[in-house]
């Protein structure tokens, strides 16, 4: 007696049985590696004040010297290995640690207020055409 040929489900079914499930969500080490760390969102907001404090110091005007910051905020969030992150060492001071989410952080929260102020700018020049006009 031959036997008859199992469909792609019962051969999947029986190939499962007996494994664990894989968790429906993220682990708790998972969770707690996306969140952003104080001390890592300090160092990289350390380094982006003094990239925006050198473009003042060049003459950059309006919200040409928070672009720039947003960039490299932008920059720094994709360049920091997910695994790994990246050691901030400053002359003088204790290595810190910057994992991904810290830049990330720090990167969504300068282009909100890149966004801010360009929607301001942009408010202003409405009401001072509609004044002029």
């Known amino acids: 007696m031959a036997h008859k040929p199992l469909n792609a489900k019962v051969r999947q079914q029986q190939a499962t049985k007996g494994r664990r499930k894989p968790p429906l969500g993220p682990t708790l080490a998972e969770m707690h590696a996306s969140l952003p760390s104080p001390v890592g969102v300090a160092a990289v ?3 982006l004040d003094a990239i925006e404090q050198g473009a ?3 003459g ?3 919200v040409a010297a928070p672009a720039l910051r ?3 905020g932008m920059l720094l969030g994709v360049a920091i290995d997910a695994k790994e992150g990246a050691t901030l060492s400053v002359e003088g001071a ?7 989410a810290d830049a990330q952080y ?4 300068s282009l ?3 966004t801010r102020l360009e929607v301001a700018h942009a408010i202003g020049k ?8």
């Open 60 to 62: 950059l005007r309006g």
């Open 112 to 114: 909100a207020e890149l």
């Open 106 to 109: 720090v990167a969504f929260k």
């Open 45 to 47: 907001e350390g380094i």
């Open 94 to 100: 204790e290595p810190v640690h910057i994992r991904k």
């Open 56 to 58: 003042h110091e060049c």
């Open 70 to 72: 947003s960039i490299f």
């Open 126 to 133: 409405a009401k001072k055409g509609r004044t002029e006009g």
